[in-house]
């Protein structure tokens, strides 16, 4: 369903006619799945719609007047940078106008105070090559180095590289926010003069509303400026090499370099990230899921199923890794003394260090996290939790758990526990629950897990990042609240009367679990009447 | 609850899974369903490989996407509007067929997936244009007009197929009545672009290697076939491979990029045969000269002062890989059986035109932010520059920028239509850059 003649030519006066369309055909390119990040799924097919309209602005000025029209006419509207983030960053409702941000795409930075100037537009990789031109160095976050560095920071935006450079909320500096009736809102010292170089500002630090644990996913406006600290790194050049699809970077030994540590089990790897950090030694600091590892060394997906078919849930069960990034970030002699503290505590956990390849496609530049997808064809971190170390490794194991039930449909990998880590010098740790699952087949288990995975959080009384509009509010807000959920609606309301923008969410997974009746079976929670349809 | 499975038997779940016969066949777009519905939007097929991004300047490597912005125009809108119209959720329309037609298929997108996936991105697009034409809708009245040229003067531009051979008198070229190798001098060389089919004759003169020329040599079908035109570019193939075949030459040597990856790539997807099963090899000048020159035949000793970029050109580089015909069935988490080995890029000829040009006294090779497996295409190959002149033009504008920004005074390529696009972008620029074929820059380095 596209929109009205009157309000597409409205609009089309804003851009020109070069950057709106409305032909069915250009629409259907901007469809959610089937495949991609949390695609393939029944909140993808229930709640995706393909949009009815997309659009191109290039300055702020031009989406506050494509937001002033979208209520005027009363047209829902999404925004948009890249798409990855899978069905929950697509049209939910028919009609929708899809604005798609990519043409603001700027990369400015300020050399003299080490800040980032970026655009919605703008993702990862050319920002991080621009950093590491001038001896700088920013976290990709695990979405990868094709993520839009805003909505990144606004979602997610960590990485292990959060051992060392702190949280992403941490990071975000002066902000440009497009209000869902067009009003212009600046944030940090943006607020106060032309100069995005500090995050806070006087008055309330509305950073927290934009981005929460993880963000509201465009539901509270569109950002369409962004500063972001840039931290520093060391001068030497990491050099690409390879062709593809092997192309790394190559490592300068002496002043970055990963190794691999093998440790006796998982109190020693707890250990092993908690004294590193106490050190205050190392960039990063991780351990991954094993199947990763078959990932990395598997040229398709034939290959990767032939390798994970040696594992079992023994070789699962004692995998226990530490993965050490070391950084010379002022000298040689800083690698070479982190080398030796970082060897000591080795010796003292019992760590064997194995031969590691001086190289990096992961996480420096995260080139290879597409590959994701390789194995089963369809992937969502399921959750993320930040917590203390030890408490973050035990959720990890609850997942695990759960997902037995669960498998099949889920990829059979053993109750591996997921991906945990060390962030901000130990201070935090860092759990992320992965699951794989192909889409060709019956997923309504992979739907029901997702829910029932909030519902074991409410029965261990446990945190989590996804818990807001990511699962059902209703399930989740009155148990974590006992009112979060109507402290969350009426923002939402405050800010966006006429929910124009990015309906229904943050209602958007209870709207789902209403529609699917194969989520009947796991409803037990009240909703109200006036829920959206 | 379900039973905890502590070893899983990946043969035995593949085995007893539902199969999908699949093939790496054009002429069906339902071979690549699967890859169309697998498309995660990470949008590899349009940014450089991150390992590469050159920064905030030359971010991307695809021509359409960059150029038209839209995500549909991007390998990952096509995916999703060639599934709609596989599922018949979509029909033909304008639009749809400017979308189809408005990109010069160069690989990058093929490539950039298959970074880390294993999707056939680009068989996926030819089989659109082949549904386009069996579905009575392609190619576009352009493109017709090409194939009307072939088949009433059996060359692209509608010359007199008299007039193909005009360059040797020009020249005064002699090829050999009899000799192993046969240079396949293409459209461009044969009509447009005479200089590069007499600098390839004078240096292989000059390296002692004996050619002789097809005795009618017709055009090599890049075109139709690119367009979707699968019945015109087979017949070409089957009378092309015919008349080489009869003259007994054991190697095809190209100038042409386009008509290089036809013969060593396409020609066998036509046939469902492999490149191996040709009956002779199938090479290109820089193939040739790159192997003379360390072999000693050929010695590069004129200086040349002068500071050069090269482009690789498409065919020659990410979309030149071999071909092998394969068929069998796709089941338990979309595995196939017998073993695939994609065609990637990675084997593309990247070094042996580097080669070349480093060896010759005074010359500095300089290489542009997007290079290799990630160039920027010039945008005038496989029916672009006839149907979206304005999109092959912008292309190669936008690769000049590249070049101004390393400094480089020419540009060098391997193919008689990037040098044509690329020459009619730097008149319209007004610049200095000089613009020439590889053939050319060698055969000026070599004492003859």
Same mark, same amino acid.
């Given at each position: 369903?596209?929109?009205?003649?009157?309000?597409?030519?409205?609009?089309?006066?804003?851009?020109?006619?070069?950057?709106?369309?409305?032909? &069915?055909?250009?629409?259907?390119?901007?469809?959610?799945?089937?495949?991609?990040?949390?695609?393939?799924?029944?909140?993808?097919?229930?709640?995706?719609?393909?949009?009815?309209?997309?659009?191109?602005?290039?300055?702020?000025?031009?989406?506050?007047?494509?937001?002033?029209?979208?209520?005027? @006419?009363?047209?829902?509207?999404?925004?948009?940078?890249?798409?990855?983030?899978?069905?929950?960053?697509?049209?939910?409702?028919?009609?929708?106008?899809?604005?798609?941000?990519?043409?603001?795409?700027?990369?400015?930075?300020?050399?003299?105070?080490?800040?980032?100037?970026?655009?919605?537009?703008?993702?990862?990789?050319?920002?991080?090559?621009?950093?590491?031109?001038?001896?700088?160095?920013?976290?990709?976050?695990?979405?990868?180095?094709?993520?839009?560095?805003?909505? $990144?920071?606004?979602?997610?935006?960590?990485?292990?590289?959060?051992?060392?450079?702190?949280?992403?909320?941490?990071?975000?500096?002066?902000?440009?926010?497009?209000?869902?009736?067009?009003?212009?809102?600046?944030?940090?010292?943006?607020?106060?003069?032309?100069?995005?170089?500090?995050?806070?500002?006087?008055?309330?630090?509305?950073?927290?509303?934009?981005?929460?644990?993880?963000?509201?996913?465009?539901?509270?406006?569109?950002?369409?400026?962004?500063?972001?600290?840039?931290?520093?790194?060391? &001068?030497?050049?990491?050099?690409?090499?390879?062709?593809?699809?092997?192309?790394?970077?190559?490592?300068?030994?002496?002043?970055?370099?990963?190794?691999?540590?093998?440790?006796?089990?998982?109190?020693?790897?707890?250990?092993?990230?908690?004294?590193?950090?106490?050190?205050?030694?190392?960039?990063?600091?991780?351990?991954? &899921?094993?199947?990763?590892?078959?990932?990395?060394?598997?040229?398709?997906?034939?290959?990767?199923?032939?390798?994970?078919?040696?594992?079992?849930?023994?070789?699962? $069960?004692?995998?226990?890794?530490?993965?050490?990034?070391?950084?010379?970030?002022?000298?040689?002699?800083?690698?070479?003394?982190?080398?030796?503290?970082?060897?000591?505590?080795?010796?003292?956990?019992?760590?064997?260090?194995?031969?590691?390849?001086?190289?990096?496609?992961?996480?420096?530049?995260?080139?290879?996290?597409?590959?994701?997808?390789?194995?089963?064809?369809?992937?969502?971190?399921?959750?993320?939790?930040?917590?203390?170390?030890?408490?973050?490794?035990?959720?990890?194991?609850?997942?695990?758990?759960?997902?037995?039930?669960?498998?099949?449909?889920?990829?059979?990998?053993?109750?591996?526990?997921?991906?945990?880590?060390?962030?901000?010098?130990?201070?935090?740790?860092?759990?992320?629950?992965?699951?794989?699952?192909?889409?060709?087949?019956?997923?309504?288990?992979?739907?029901?897990?997702?829910?029932?995975?909030?519902?074991? $959080?409410?029965?261990?009384?446990?945190?989590?990042?996804?818990?807001?509009?990511?699962?059902?509010?209703?399930?989740?807000?009155?148990?974590?609240?006992? $009112? @979060?959920?109507?402290?969350?609606?009426?923002?939402?309301?405050?800010?966006?009367?006429?929910?124009?923008?990015?309906?229904?969410?943050?209602?958007?997974?209870?709207?789902?679990?209403?529609?699917?009746?194969?989520?009947?079976?796991?409803?037990?929670?009240?909703?109200?009447?006036?829920?959206?349809? | 609850?379900?039973?905890?499975?502590?070893?899983?038997?990946?043969?035995?779940?593949?085995?007893?899974?539902?199969?999908?016969?699949?093939?790496?066949?054009?002429?069906?777009?339902?071979?690549?369903?699967?890859?169309?519905?697998?498309?995660?939007?990470?949008?590899?097929?349009?940014?450089?490989?991150?390992?590469?991004?050159?920064?905030?300047?030359?971010?991307?490597?695809?021509?359409?996407?960059?150029?038209?912005?839209?995500?549909?125009?991007?390998?990952?809108?096509?995916?999703?509007?060639?599934?709609?119209?596989?599922?018949?959720?979509?029909?033909?329309?304008?639009?749809?067929?400017?979308?189809?037609?408005?990109?010069?298929?160069?690989?990058?997108?093929?490539?950039?997936?298959?970074?880390?996936?294993?999707?056939?991105? #680009?068989?996926?697009?030819?089989?659109? /244009?082949?549904?386009?034409?069996?579905?009575?809708?392609?190619?576009?009245?352009?493109?017709?007009?090409?194939?009307?040229?072939?088949?009433?003067?059996?060359?692209?531009?509608?010359?007199?197929?008299?007039?193909?051979?005009?360059?040797? !008198?020009?020249?005064?070229?002699?090829?050999?009545?009899?000799?192993?190798?046969?240079?396949?001098?293409?459209?461009?060389?044969?009509?447009?672009?005479?200089?590069?089919?007499?600098?390839?004759?004078?240096?292989?003169?000059?390296?002692?290697?004996?050619?002789?020329?097809?005795?009618?040599?017709?055009?090599?079908?890049?075109?139709?076939?690119?367009?979707?035109?699968?019945?015109?570019?087979?017949?070409? !193939?089957? /009378?092309?491979?015919?008349?080489?075949?009869?003259?007994?030459?054991?190697?095809?040597?190209?100038?042409?990029?386009?008509?290089?990856?036809?013969?060593?790539?396409?020609?066998?997807?036509?046939?469902?045969?492999?490149?191996?099963?040709?009956?002779?090899?199938?090479?290109?000048?820089?193939?040739?000269?790159?192997?003379?020159?360390?072999?000693?035949?050929?010695?590069?000793?004129?200086?040349?002062?002068?500071?050069?970029?090269?482009?690789?050109?498409?065919?020659?580089? /990410?979309?030149?890989?071999?071909?092998?015909?394969?068929? #069998?069935?796709?089941?338990?988490?979309?595995?196939?059986?017998?073993?695939?080995?994609?065609?990637?890029?990675?084997?593309?000829?990247?070094?042996?035109? /580097?080669?070349?040009?480093?060896?010759?006294?005074?010359?500095?090779?300089?290489?542009?932010?997007?290079?290799?497996?990630?160039?920027?295409?010039? #945008?005038?190959?496989?029916?672009?520059?006839?149907?979206?002149?304005?999109?092959?033009?912008?292309?190669?504008?936008?690769?000049?920028?590249?070049?101004?920004?390393?400094?480089?005074? !020419?540009?060098?390529? !391997?193919?008689?239509?990037?040098?044509?696009?690329?020459?009619?972008?730097?008149?319209?620029?007004?610049?200095?850059?000089?613009?020439?074929?590889?053939?050319?820059?060698?055969?000026?380095?070599?004492?003859?």
């Amino acid at each position: 369903m596209s929109i009205s003649k009157e309000s597409y030519r409205v609009l089309e006066s804003i851009v020109g006619a070069e950057y709106i369309s409305d032909d &069915p055909v250009v629409c259907e390119g901007y469809r959610s799945g089937p495949g991609g990040y949390e695609s393939g799924l029944g909140y993808e097919r229930v709640m995706t719609v393909v949009p009815g309209c997309v659009i191109m602005p290039k300055t702020t000025e031009e989406v506050q007047r494509i937001v002033r029209v979208c209520c005027r @006419y009363e047209i829902p509207y999404v925004p948009y940078s890249t798409g990855f983030y899978g069905p929950r960053s697509h049209p939910h409702v028919e009609g929708a106008l899809l604005v798609d941000l990519k043409r603001m795409d700027e990369i400015e930075i300020d050399e003299k105070h080490w800040f980032a100037v970026v655009g919605p537009g703008a993702i990862y990789s050319p920002l991080q090559e621009e950093c590491m031109k001038r001896g700088g160095y920013v976290v990709i976050g695990g979405g990868g180095a094709q993520a839009s560095v805003i909505a $990144n920071f606004l979602g997610d935006g960590w990485s292990p590289l959060s051992h060392r450079i702190g949280l992403p909320h941490r990071r975000i500096l002066g902000t440009e926010l497009v209000l869902p009736d067009g009003e212009l809102v600046k944030m940090g010292s943006l607020a106060q003069q032309d100069d995005p170089f500090w995050g806070e500002s006087p008055g309330p630090d509305l950073r927290g509303l934009l981005r929460g644990y993880t963000g509201v996913r465009g539901c509270l406006g569109i950002v369409t400026k962004m500063a972001v600290k840039i931290l520093p790194f060391q &001068p030497e050049r990491l050099v690409p090499t390879g062709i593809s699809p092997n192309t790394s970077l190559a490592l300068p030994e002496k002043r970055v370099k990963w190794i691999n540590f093998v440790v006796p089990n998982k109190e020693a790897q707890v250990r092993a990230m908690f004294e590193i950090g106490k050190a205050e030694i190392a960039g990063a600091v991780t351990k991954v &899921p094993l199947f990763w590892r078959a990932i990395a060394k598997a040229e398709c997906k034939e290959e990767f199923w032939e390798l994970w078919g040696k594992e079992s849930a023994e070789t699962v $069960n004692k995998f226990f890794i530490v993965r050490v990034l070391l950084i010379g970030f002022t000298s040689e002699e800083h690698m070479e003394y982190d080398e030796r503290v970082l060897m000591d505590i080795m010796k003292e956990v019992g760590g064997e260090a194995r031969p590691t390849r001086p190289s990096d496609e992961s996480w420096i530049k995260n080139a290879d996290s597409a590959g994701m997808w390789v194995m089963c064809g369809s992937y969502v971190s399921v959750d993320y939790v930040i917590e203390t170390l030890s408490q973050a490794t035990q959720h990890g194991e609850l997942y695990a758990d759960l997902k037995w039930k669960y498998t099949p449909p889920l990829m059979p990998d053993y109750g591996d526990p997921g991906w945990f880590q060390s962030f901000e010098l130990g201070h935090q740790g860092y759990s992320e629950f992965l699951v794989y699952w192909d889409q060709d087949q019956n997923t309504d288990g992979v739907d029901l897990f997702y829910v029932d995975t909030a519902k074991m $959080n409410i029965k261990n009384r446990t945190y989590t990042s996804l818990l807001g509009p990511h699962q059902p509010l209703y399930l989740t807000g009155p148990k974590y609240g006992p $009112n @979060y959920h109507l402290w969350l609606l009426r923002v939402k309301d405050e800010f966006d009367p006429q929910w124009m923008c990015h309906p229904p969410v943050p209602l958007a997974h209870d709207v789902f679990v209403e529609r699917a009746k194969w989520m009947k079976p796991i409803k037990d929670w009240e909703v109200p009447k006036d829920l959206p349809k | 609850m379900a039973e905890r499975q502590t070893k899983i038997d990946v043969k035995k779940l593949f085995k007893e899974s539902p199969k999908t016969p699949v093939k790496l066949d054009v002429t069906d777009l339902n071979n690549f369903v699967y890859d169309m519905s697998r498309c995660i939007k990470c949008k590899g097929c349009t940014w450089v490989d991150h390992i590469y991004m050159p920064g905030a300047q030359f971010r991307t490597k695809c021509p359409t996407a960059t150029r038209y912005l839209f995500d549909s125009y991007g390998a990952n809108g096509k995916m999703r509007i060639g599934l709609a119209l596989a599922e018949g959720k979509l029909q033909w329309t304008d639009k749809l067929l400017e979308i189809v037609y408005a990109d010069p298929l160069c690989g990058a997108c093929d490539v950039g997936c298959k970074r880390n996936l294993d999707l056939e991105i #680009g068989l996926t697009l030819e089989a659109l /244009r082949v549904k386009a034409v069996q579905d009575g809708v392609g190619p576009l009245p352009a493109h017709k007009k090409i194939a009307q040229n072939i088949e009433k003067d059996h060359n692209c531009f509608g010359a007199p197929h008299n007039n193909r051979t005009a360059w040797l !008198a020009e020249g005064k070229i002699n090829p050999a009545k009899k000799a192993d190798l046969l240079y396949f001098v293409g459209c461009s060389a044969s009509y447009v672009n005479p200089e590069i089919a007499q600098a390839t004759a004078r240096i292989l003169k000059a390296a002692g290697t004996d050619f002789m020329l097809m005795p009618d040599e017709w055009c090599c079908g890049n075109i139709v076939f690119s367009v979707g035109m699968i019945d015109e570019a087979r017949a070409l !193939a089957q /009378r092309n491979i015919e008349e080489v075949k009869k003259t007994g030459a054991k190697t095809v040597l190209m100038s042409c990029a386009e008509g290089y990856r036809m013969w060593k790539v396409d020609y066998p997807k036509l046939l469902n045969c492999s490149t191996d099963d040709l009956g002779f090899k199938v090479v290109h000048l820089v193939e040739h000269v790159d192997s003379l020159i360390k072999q000693g035949a050929l010695k590069p000793t004129k200086p040349m002062d002068m500071r050069v970029a090269y482009h690789d050109s498409c065919s020659l580089s /990410r979309l030149s890989e071999p071909w092998v015909p394969w068929e #069998g069935e796709r089941g338990w988490m979309g595995m196939v059986e017998p073993r695939l080995t994609r065609r990637r890029g990675t084997n593309g000829v990247y070094f042996q035109p /580097r080669d070349i040009l480093n060896a010759i006294p005074g010359l500095e090779l300089v290489e542009m932010p997007r290079t290799r497996e990630n160039a920027f295409c010039c #945008g005038a190959g496989r029916g672009t520059k006839e149907a979206f002149p304005e999109l092959a033009l912008w292309s190669a504008h936008q690769r000049l920028e590249e070049v101004k920004h390393v400094g480089a005074e !020419a540009l060098v390529s !391997a193919c008689p239509w990037c040098k044509n696009n690329f020459a009619q972008a730097v008149k319209e620029d007004g610049n200095s850059i000089e613009v020439f074929d590889i053939s050319e820059v060698i055969l000026a380095s070599i004492d003859r």
